[in-house]
């Protein structure tokens, strides 16, 4: 059993960064595709980026150019690092583990987080 523990949310200024962090216990870290996703209220959770075993990255387009994804495995953390933050970035985030090497839908994600808030004041 994997879990997942995100941290590094806050409130940041338009414009501004931020990096959250993703901490791995329970799994191989390096044998899990991993992803950021964040959910709107009231919205089901999107997709926004991913690292896979191979470490080959992907992101959505709103985030593309602005937030970058890596892993350290002897840390057993992945990292999102957010800059140019809008305030559409605004949500909750959420970490997520996989097996499939393009796992993308939440279904393909076995293993969650708890989430952590992001709020990017205009």
């Known amino acids: 059993q994997v879990q997942l523990v995100e941290s590094g949310g806050g409130l940041v200024p338009s414009g501004g960064s931020l990096r959250l962090s993703c901490a791995a216990s329970?799994?191989?870290?390096?044998?899990?595709?991993m992803a950021w996703f964040r959910q709107y209220p009231g919205k089901e959770r999107e997709f926004v980026a991913r690292?896979?075993?191979?470490?080959?990255?992907y992101y959505s387009d709103s985030v593309k150019g602005r937030f970058t994804v890596s892993g350290d495995d002897a840390k057993s953390t992945m990292y999102l690092q957010m800059g140019s933050l809008r305030p559409e970035d605004t949500a909750v985030y959420y970490c997520?583990?996989?097996?499939?090497?393009?796992?993308?839908?939440?279904?393909?994600?076995?293993?969650w987080g708890q989430g952590t808030q992001v709020t990017v004041s205009s």
């Open positions: 997520a583990a996989g097996r499939s090497v393009r796992a993308y839908f939440m279904r393909d994600y076995e293993y």
């Open positions: 329970g799994g191989t870290f390096g044998s899990y595709t």
């Open positions: 690292i896979n075993t191979n470490n080959n990255v």
